[in-house]
């Protein structure tokens, strides 16, 4: 199972680039978190590499959010492993030291969402069929505390007050305009405009970045590591409860049904 991310690094750039390869629709199971954080790791620790551009490598999808079948059915103990890995995923890519770009080639509901919201930056393509946010409320589930936290701190309270109660999913161009993406371009141009970003990011002194980027966001991050057990603890209680198991499976016979 260890082929879900593609992973390449260019070492005379310095940035590596990441393509997400789980058909159909890079839901982000057990195994895929697991393959990410590894490969996170790796590319942190590896000081040929300064920057990581996140893309999807399956058409019309950046990713489908957390695999909802980690979350139906499953035992208390699979519940927690899967929500430990939940939690290492965004506590490696949001404190990552890397310039981290989201070049979004898809929709991105949900945990997708939370990927690119991770990032520094986020450069969506412009297609009137892609969406993107957290959705959570929509499928009766909610979204914790640090997903809240890192959607706050990018589009701001009122914005993400509004948006995270109708677990809206934003149509590009509106996502551009409430600065949820920061640049919406046409697909041929993505790399390009990806690769200029990491360009403007890299020409500042690392360590200065790296210190800024780290006064900006270790409030969050220190936040969810002093209640990690407590939060794990909470999310095993709610997904395992009757009516949430209920509003899970519904969801997905919606998305079975929506097909025909
Ligand atoms: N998990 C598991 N399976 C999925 C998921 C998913 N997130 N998304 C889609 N699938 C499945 C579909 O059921 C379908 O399966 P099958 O072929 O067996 O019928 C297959 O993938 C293909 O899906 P679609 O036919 O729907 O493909 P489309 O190209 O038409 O649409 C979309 C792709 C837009 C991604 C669409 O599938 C979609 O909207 N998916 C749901 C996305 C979503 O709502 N994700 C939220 C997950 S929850 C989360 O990430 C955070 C939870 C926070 C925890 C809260 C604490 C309790």
Same mark, same amino acid.
């Given at each position: 199972s260890n082929n879900k991310i593609l992973v390449e690094l260019d070492t005379s750039s310095g940035v590596a680039t990441m393509k997400f390869k789980s058909p159909p629709v890079n839901s982000l199971s057990l195994d895929f978190l697991t393959e990410f954080c590894i490969s996170l790791?790796? %590319?942190? /620790?590896?000081?040929?590499?300064?920057?990581?551009?996140? &893309?999807?490598?399956?058409p019309r999808i950046f990713s489908s959010g957390l695999d909802i079948m980690e979350m139906f059915g499953k035992s208390t103990e699979h519940y927690a492993e899967f929500w430990r890995a939940v939690q290492e995923m965004w506590l490696r890519l949001y404190g990552?030291?890397?310039? &981290?770009?989201?070049?979004? /080639?898809?929709?991105?509901?949900?945990?997708?969402?939370?990927?690119? %919201?991770?990032?520094?930056?986020?450069?969506?393509?412009?297609n009137p069929k892609y969406v993107i946010g957290l959705n959570?409320?929509?499928?009766?589930?909610?979204?914790?505390?640090?997903?809240?936290? @890192?959607?706050? /701190? @990018?589009?701001?309270?009122?914005?993400a007050e509004r948006s995270l109660q109708l677990g809206l999913l934003h149509p590009v161009t509106e996502a551009h305009q409430i600065g %949820?993406?920061?640049?919406?371009?046409?697909?041929?141009?993505?790399?390009?405009?990806?690769?200029?970003?990491?360009?403007?990011?890299?020409?500042?002194?690392d360590h200065a970045r790296q210190l800024t980027k780290s006064m900006m966001r270790k409030a969050v991050l220190d936040h969810m590591?002093?209640?990690?057990?407590?939060?794990?603890? /909470? !999310?095993?209680? !709610?997904?395992?409860?009757?009516?949430?198991?209920?509003?899970l499976s519904m969801y997905m016979e919606m998305l079975k049904k929506k097909k025909s």
């Open positions: 790791e790796k %590319l942190e /620790n590896d000081r040929a590499c300064r920057a990581l551009i996140i &893309t999807s490598a399956i990552s030291s890397m310039v &981290t770009v989201a070049a979004i /080639n898809g929709s991105s509901p949900a945990g997708g969402c939370l990927i690119a %919201l991770s990032c520094d930056y986020r450069i969506m393509v412009e959570e409320a929509q499928l009766g589930i909610v979204a914790p505390f640090w997903f809240k936290d @890192t959607f706050v /701190n @990018t589009v701001g309270h009122r914005v %949820l993406v920061d640049e919406v371009v046409p697909e041929e141009k993505l790399q390009e405009k990806a690769a200029a970003v990491v360009a403007q990011w890299l020409a500042l002194p590591l002093a209640h990690r057990e407590e939060d794990i603890q /909470n !999310f095993v209680k !709610f997904i395992s409860k009757d009516s949430i198991q209920k509003s």
